[in-house]
């Protein structure tokens, strides 16, 4: 893989598939597609409507932007270099989705996919990329598509398993092994929205009381996660913001 990185886009059913395998897959990619979703917000709240207008001091916003980063990016990492995806351009093959030697350096979301980069010119690549995504997708499966580019769709993710390891072993990783009922990916689901909104409220209270502009984008911003993540009760939200305190 060169320096430039790469880019994986992977539709948001395509990792939803892998919660019922088992309560912490179920747990690890519930936290990634929302943290995705988190990471955009943060940065369009924190950075775009605070640094750039000057709401937002820029050291300050930094250090918010890079700690949201640090946290859910590494996760997300951590997520993708568990699993093997299903090359749809080989039959029974299956490869690695995230090799060892790669991070996630940036992610963004779009019409239902989760997008990463591994590196800064990918990440570029990635935020400028403007070309409806079912057209890369035809594109790609076609094996027509920009060649740093995975894009990956319907029931074509697994657990990597060592003892399987890759190639032509797909017919062992497919169809998925569950554990969970969909009661409990629920429950794992609802339980893991509220450990983000409390990492979200920590990660602000950097900037809470630092000036009027910075508590207004903060206030602003603690509405749209609580609606983003669904944490909408108000016994429940008094209840997450007593734990954050």
Not at 93 to 112: I, N, Y
Not at 155 to 174: D, K, T, W
Not at 176 to 189: D, I, K, S, Y
Not at 196 to 214: A, K, Y
């Amino acid at each position: 893989m060169t320096s430039d990185g790469r880019r994986i886009y992977i539709h948001e059913y395509s990792l939803g598939c892998l919660r019922p395998v088992s309560q912490i897959l179920s747990e690890d990619v519930t936290r990634a597609i929302w943290a995705t979703k988190l990471l955009k917000t943060f940065h369009h709240h924190v950075y775009e409507q605070g640094v750039l207008l000057g709401l937002v001091r820029s050291d300050s916003g930094r250090a918010v932007a890079s700690e949201a980063q640090d946290q859910w990016g590494s996760s997300m990492s951590t997520l993708l270099r568990s699993l093997v995806r299903r090359r749809v351009d080989a039959s029974d093959q299956v490869c690695r989705l995230l090799e060892e030697d790669e991070d996630v350096v940036a992610t963004c979301g779009e019409s239902g996919y989760l997008t990463f980069a591994t590196g800064e010119i990918a990440a570029s690549r990635m935020f400028d990329d403007h070309e409806p995504l079912h057209q890369l997708l035809v594109a790609t499966n076609a094996g027509l598509g920009p060649k740093d580019l995975t894009m990956i769709r319907g029931r074509n993710l697994a657990p990597f398993e060592q003892a399987l390891g890759i190639g032509g072993v797909s017919r062992h990783y497919f169809p998925l092994r569950v554990t969970l009922t969909p009661e409990q990916v629920e429950v794992v689901a609802r339980e893991t929205r509220h450990l983000l909104f409390q990492e979200s409220i920590r990660m602000l209270d950097g900037l809470r009381g630092q000036t009027s502009d910075e508590a207004l984008i903060c206030g602003n911003l603690e509405l749209v996660v609580r609606h983003l993540l669904g944490i909408e009760d108000s016994h429940q939200l008094q209840e997450c913001s007593s734990q954050c305190g």
